[in-house]
């Protein structure tokens, strides 16, 4: 599986747009980017995953650059409660494993 | 973290200690996974099962060992506890056609 470049944190201000940026130089043709979060000590959550085609469900948007080597999580008004570790990950079809690297943390200001 | 339930949430160990750690899932999903999360990282993955009687190594295997016995269970056991095993563990299974991972609440495990 590819692997993904994060930054270590950001900040965005309460009600502005979080744009959550994820290298992925090598990813393959057959590989699909998703997206998890993990807020304090849960367990990760999922949000939203995508192959070439930019996705949006009710919590973020996926933007993937044409070449697929990098994509942007977009959360559209980000709350004090999208505070939380973002995950980047490239998996390979259905049959291979997640491995989550170390993600950004996501700090939203008041 | 409906659907998968972690047993027990909290466990102290002496060094050279053995336990297992339980998961369990009432979705029928094929999929499960064990993750370790060191303070302040992120999640490595252990060990996989894709399905009943099946299983896979990850990135940090050593030192531990799984058993899928049936499709609802997956447990992770250490044989002998070392203080580089304290960490948070979860469980997670991969759900069928829409390829998501859903998490337990995790176990907190520390060895002295």
């Known amino acids: 599986d590819a692997k993904t470049t994060q930054p270590p944190s950001m900040d965005c201000a309460e009600g502005r747009a979080a744009n959550l940026p994820c290298n992925h130089s090598?990813?393959?043709?057959?590989?699909?980017v998703y997206w998890y979060r993990q807020i304090h000590s849960q367990g990760p959550q999922y949000i939203i995953h995508?192959?070439?085609n930019n996705e949006t469900n009710e919590m973020a948007s996926l933007i993937i650059t044409e070449d697929r080597k990098s994509s942007t999580l977009i959360l559209p008004h980000a709350t004090l409660r999208d505070t939380a570790v973002y995950y980047c990950?490239?998996?390979?079809?259905?049959?291979?494993?997640?491995?989550f690297g170390s993600g950004t943390k996501l700090n939203v200001k008041p | 973290n409906a659907g998968v339930t972690q047993t027990p949430k909290f466990q102290v160990l002496k060094t050279g200690q053995s336990m297992t750690l339980q998961c369990a899932q009432d979705m029928n999903h094929n999929s499960m996974y064990w993750y370790r999360q060191d303070p302040g990282m992120g999640l490595r993955l252990i060990y996989y099962s894709a399905s009943e009687g099946t299983t896979d190594k990850g990135e940090v295997p050593n030192g531990y060992n799984v058993s899928r016995l049936n499709k609802r269970e997956f447990s992770l056991r250490l044989e002998s506890a070392a203080p580089s095993q304290t960490s948070v563990y979860f469980c997670a299974i991969e759900g069928t056609g829409n390829e998501k991972l859903f998490f337990g609440s995790g176990t907190q495990l520390s060895v002295l």
């Open positions: 995508g192959l070439k």
């Open positions: 090598t990813i393959s043709g057959n590989e699909y």
């Open positions: 990950i490239v998996r390979e079809g259905n049959f291979n494993k997640f491995y």
